[in-house]
């Protein structure tokens, strides 16, 4: 069963803590993070995110961005992390 983790639109230092955990309670199986109410994305954030997205590859299991937001992907794209990353992900990566 995939599980959705429907992102914050402020992801700043207070929003990691929060997002850390909501990652944690979901590993172990495929999960969809929707980002549609983003509208700002901070660095503690992008590294949590970044950090699931090597985590879920590890462990097997696929974590997929939908619905991004232009303001997240403009701000992903800024902080130099590969667009890529947004789009559909596989185990197999």
């Known amino acids: 069963m995939t599980q959705t983790v429907v992102l914050e639109s402020v992801l ?3 929003a990691a803590g929060p997002l ?15 980002g ?3 509208e700002r994305l901070g660095g503690l954030c992008l590294q949590v995110l ?3 997205l ?4 590890a462990d097997g299991h696929v974590l997929t961005f939908v619905n991004v937001s232009e ?18 992900q596989d185990a197999a990566q």
Not at 54 to 57: A, D, F, L, N, Q
Request: hydrophobic share 50%.
């Open 12 to 14: 700043d230092l207070r």
């Open 20 to 34: 850390k955990a909501d990652l944690l309670a979901a590993r172990g199986g495929d999960v969809v993070l929707d």
């Open 36 to 38: 549609s109410a983003v």
């Open 50 to 52: 970044l950090s699931a």
């Open 54 to 57: 090597r985590t879920w590859r």
């Open 71 to 88: 303001a997240l992907a403009g701000q992903w794209s800024a902080f130099g992390a590969s667009p890529s990353d947004l789009s559909a």
